[in-house]
């Protein structure tokens, strides 16, 4: 798991609000995904996880910054078009809407399928419907779901759907945005469990943005924590929550819901007061342990 799947280097985008005013979502972001890895990216609404994403799989095209992915320069016009195939295959994304992120005039059958069409690829099981059948019960559900449409699904299954058409193409990254936000919560257990057997299985690395703390600390191997724009922590799970370093890590921790009522009360929340994220860079202070640091004043 040590070998570096995806690279992102000082990556930086904003968007045009009007002709002379823009709004800065992701400054100088850098981190990386080993092979077999799940890297979970935490903060708050408006934080830029979800432009990172976008950036990653090539959807917003940044500013500034490198990504590479398994030493292809993505964002290289002449590398992206001279590996094209593999790059939209090899890389897959789960959105957090899965009725929007569906075609609701296609079947189920059809939806999962549709990458073969697109790529012009031979599904492993013989015939599309095929193919998809066996993609249905990797996800945990039967035949009897091909011939309907997503409008005749609940919402844990349209995201099971969208699940199995990703893994269709046998990824070796999977990018999830928020894929369990819009879900109820025994819902986003199941689909958790399914992420958490289908990595153990298939061994793609994942990048997980959510924001739900708990599910990130039971499912991720390592943690970036994101706030107006900057990645001012990463460190491995295992660190990350117990020993938070950065002051806006530790008002995000100190905000988790404690179960027991007394204990509930009797937490106290940090406050992060905004400071300390001008100019800087990512400094490691302990082993794989990242904090971001202002540059001293000359």
């Known amino acids: 798991m040590d070998e570096v799947l995806l690279d992102v280097q000082a990556l ?29 990216l935490v903060g708050e609404s408006g934080s830029g996880k979800s432009t990172v994403a976008r950036c990653v799989m090539n959807i917003y095209r940044p500013q500034s910054g490198k990504i590479f992915y398994k030493g292809i320069d993505v964002l290289d016009r002449n590398a992206f078009s001279e590996n094209k195939k593999m790059l939209q295959t090899g890389r897959q994304m789960i959105f957090q809407d899965s ?7 296609m079947k189920v ?38 011939d309907r449409y997503p409008s005749e699904l609940s919402g844990g299954q349209r995201q099971r759907v969208a699940i199995a058409r990703a893994l269709s193409m046998e990824p070796e990254l999977l990018v999830a945005d928020e894929p369990i936000a819009s879900l ?20 793609f690395s994942f990048l997980f943005i ?6 990130v600390r039971y499912l ?6 994101m ?31 404690i179960p027991d009522p007394r204990r509930e009360r009797a937490r106290k929340l940090c406050v992060f007061d905004g400071s300390g994220l001008g100019p800087g860079a990512l400094r490691e202070l302990a082993p794989g342990h990242f904090v971001y640091r202002e540059e001293a004043a000359p």
């Open 12 to 40: 930086s985008h904003r968007f045009r609000l009007t002709r002379h005013v823009y709004i800065q979502a992701i400054d100088q972001v850098s981190f990386t995904i080993r092979k077999g890895e799940i890297f979970g």
């Open 184 to 203: 109820d919560v025994s819902i986003q257990a199941q689909i958790i469990n399914l992420f958490q057997q289908l990595q153990r299985e298939n061994g």
């Open 220 to 225: 991720c191997d390592r943690v970036g924590v």
């Open 99 to 105: 009725a929007s992120s569906l075609n609701q005039r």
């Open 109 to 146: 059958a059809d939806l999962i399928t549709e990458p073969f069409v697109i790529h012009r690829l031979k599904p492993k099981s013989g015939s599309l419907r095929a193919e998809a059948e066996a993609q249905l019960l990797r996800v945990g559900m039967d035949a009897g779901y091909l």
């Open 210 to 215: 959510a924001h739900d703390l708990s599910m």
């Open 227 to 257: 706030v107006q724009g900057k990645l001012v922590e990463v460190a491995p799970t295992a660190e990350l929550f117990p020993a938070p370093m950065h002051p806006y890590t530790r008002a995000l921790l100190s905000a988790i819901p």
